[in-house]
């Protein structure tokens, strides 16, 4: 499973982030990482599921 949510988080950081965590405060962070840089949002997602 974890491979899908890094698949995911390649392509749309947030759901990735979603997938692992729900919606709370990762969530949130991760939409303002990606609207700021994309590759910002990628490495905060792949660190969130890897973390967990």
């Not at 899908?4 to 303002?32: D, E, T």
């Amino acid at each position: 499973m974890d491979i899908i949510r890094i698949i995911f988080a390649i392509i749309l950081p947030p759901v990735g982030v979603f997938l692992q965590v729900g919606i709370g405060l990762h969530f949130w962070l991760n939409i303002l990482l990606t609207l700021l840089g994309y590759i910002p949002g990628i490495i905060h997602a792949i660190y969130i599921i890897l973390k967990r």
